[in-house]
């Protein structure tokens, strides 16, 4: 087993980084990489973006959203996290294996005396409270074993970020599932951040495997075909919010100026179709707002900028964009 150094903290990169190793280093080696991201949710590749994350608060915040290329829940990140990847040769059966892949991690934090368990399906626990949440991949021969590890994490950001009125929002894609977490360090009794906690997991990884720390240098080509992906796919809209399964949305608010209900289809990040309904007094038809929203991505920015010159209280009456704009995405 070889580590590979990766300092950056763009999700994006990161991840076109380990999916690289993952799908396109030629070696038959085994590869282990610890990463940080800064803010950031990750989203597994089955799930709708839109239904899984706090749209308002991630703008308001700067927390980049990234679709990853294995199943499972949508997890939260920053530089209190620590993420890792176990990259190698797949079981001959090449079946998802969890408990296989997670000892080693299991038990260097057992060397930091810290006692943690597998609970469920794909989750690391101390004292029944959730530190990582784990998925895998499998193809090719090749299998990729990922996961969290909530160090000293912002969990008041996870919360509001993560936190979305999925009862509005109805769709196919994989919803998370929720729970209770909490972070590492408490349970550490020498008083280290989140780099040193890095260094001591991989030194104590390696010693799972009775083996020194070994390092793989990525070539200038690997790098440049990285960045590839990061141009082409984990950087756009498409891959992260378009890539979503086709979903119904219903919002509804009451505002001085009467209520207003708003149904919108959407596939593959575009309104399809919506209709507006309400007892609001307006002097033009809504007709006009409803043609207007459809063919337009339904992300927050880009609605308020196709909506930005019309007089919304001509549709409305007495009712702002700002609060129509609740109707869309609260």
Known sequence: MKFIENT?????YNLAFEEYVFKNLETDEDFI???RNGPSIIVGKNQNTVEEINMEYVKENNINVVRRVTGGGAVYHDLGNLNFSFIGKADSNEKIDFKAYNIPIIKALEKLNVKCELSGRNDLVIDGKKISGIAQSITKGRVLNHGTLLFDSKLDTLSKALNVRRDKIESKGVKSVESRVTNIKPYIKENIDVLEFKELLLKNIF?????PVEYYELSEEDKKNIQKMVDERYGSWEWNYGRSPKFNYKGYNRFTGGSIEVRL??????????????DFFGKKDVKDIENILIGTKYDIDEVKNVLQDISIDEYFGRVTLEEFMKCLFD
């Open 207 to 211: 010693d799972y495997f009775n083996a």
């Open 265 to 278: 289809q959407v596939e593959e990040g575009i309104v399809k179709n919506c209709k507006i309904y309400g």
């Open 33 to 35: 990489l610890l990463w």
């Open 8 to 12: 950056s903290t763009d999700p994006r």
